[in-house]
């Protein structure tokens, strides 16, 4: 994603973002086990393997959060904030 720089100030996560990234990071994590054992329930003889359906899992995780992201900027949650470069000293 490309970020257009409104403010001053590097960026940091605001406490949405954090949320929000925790749960992308534990999604993948839980996929990394899931998908495998998903694709030999569901697909035991069509050669479903791991390194499959973990890829199907970490490009639907991708567009699940990229509509996740939409709907946060929507409602006008900030993921991203600028931090104040505060009074100069001097």
């Known amino acids: 994603m490309q970020y257009i720089r409104r403010g001053a100030g590097p960026l940091q996560l605001a406490p949405p973002g954090r949320i929000y990234f925790g ?37 639907a995780t991708y567009y699940v959060f990229i509509v996740i992201h939409r709907v946060l900027k929507s409602r006008g949650t900030a993921v991203f904030r600028h931090l104040d470069a505060g009074p100069a000293n001097g």
Do not use: H
Request: proline share 8%.
């Open 23 to 59: 749960a992308v990071i534990a999604v993948l994590v839980v996929g990394w086990v899931a998908a495998p054992l998903i694709g030999q329930a569901f697909w035991p003889s069509t050669g479903a393997t791991p390194t499959l359906m973990r890829v199907v899992w970490a490009l």
